[in-house]
């Protein structure tokens, strides 16, 4: 059975679709931007850092929803407007995700919503 999450202090969906949902054993967080936690209609201030470390934030809350953190995480999928920006986003990613880091793929994309420069889902498992 399917189940959404709507984690607290997490921006509502900007479509039709849930912030997260669970599968069985399996935690899914949609794609989510770096939005500011005070206007959900504005992205964080600063650059790639600050967007990579709100995006984690973002799902990090929606993990705690059901009682997961970023050490139950599988799988992620991270999509950047600028695969030169990768560096830095790995700096944060080594330092959120403990080993065993999760499988991760990283693309390079032509546009990502409200002009965001990183975008990232996970898939975790409790």
Same mark, same amino acid.
């Given at each position: ?6 984690? $607290?202090?997490?921006?509502? #969906?900007? %479509?039709?679709?849930? &912030? ?6 399996? +935690?899914? /967080? ?9 206007? $959900?209609?504005?992205?964080? #201030?600063? %650059?790639?850092?600050? &967007? ?6 973002? +799902?990090? /809350? ?65």
């Amino acid at each position: 059975m399917k189940y959404s999450i709507n984690a $607290p202090n997490v921006p509502d #969906a900007i %479509g039709p679709y849930s &912030q997260g949902t669970t599968a069985g054993r399996l +935690v899914f /967080a949609a794609g989510q931007l770096p939005v500011d936690a005070d206007d $959900p209609y504005q992205l964080v #201030a600063g %650059g790639i850092r600050e &967007q990579t470390e709100r995006v984690i934030d973002i +799902v990090e /809350a929606i993990l705690a929803e059901v009682d997961c953190t970023l050490s139950d995480v599988a799988q992620t999928t991270i999509y950047l407007a600028d695969l030169d920006d990768l560096n830095v986003v790995n700096d944060v990613y080594w330092r959120r995700f403990e080993p065993p880091a999760p499988a991760r793929t990283v693309v390079e994309v032509s546009r990502i919503p409200m002009g965001a420069l990183i975008e990232m889902d996970c898939v975790a498992c409790r």
